[in-house]
């Protein structure tokens, strides 16, 4: 059984860091790309971040860019370093996975976690 399971999420000041990991099971990794989703209270899941399965190129949403680093340990564990905190962050944040970082950037990845919280306190 193929699963994505995020951890590290928590309740932080504005201004402070946290940083998420993604541990991935089941099935090999190797040669996907990984993503980061977040879905605030109330709103639409929405894109926050990619990594190409090489790590060649990456992408943010223009609202954490600057903020914001995904990384990659190894195939099967991906992080999500979050700095300068602010309120607005707050929401679940979701791993994703897929063979296409293009498909992660539209929200279609072939395997999502269940998601952490993350609360941004001002």
């Known amino acids: 059984q193929v699963q994505l399971v995020e951890s590290g999420g928590g309740l932080v000041q504005a201004g402070g860091s946290l940083r998420l990991s993604c541990a991935a099971s089941?099935?090999?990794?190797?040669?996907?790309?990984m993503g980061w989703f977040r879905q605030p209270p109330g709103k639409e899941r929405e894109f926050v971040a990619a990594?190409?399965?090489?790590?060649?190129?990456t992408y943010y949403a223009d609202s954490v860019k600057g903020r914001f680093t995904i990384s990659r340990a190894n195939d099967q564990m991906t992080f999500l370093q979050m700095d300068n905190l602010k309120p607005e962050d707050t929401a679940v944040y979701l791993c994703?996975?897929?063979?296409?970082?293009?498909?992660?950037?539209?929200?279609?990845?072939?395997?999502w976690g269940q998601g952490t919280q993350v609360t941004v306190s001002s």
């Open positions: 089941g099935r090999t990794f190797s040669g996907y790309a």
């Open positions: 994703a996975a897929d063979r296409f970082v293009s498909d992660l950037q539209i929200g279609r990845p072939d395997y």
């Open positions: 990594r190409s399965w090489n790590g060649g190129s």
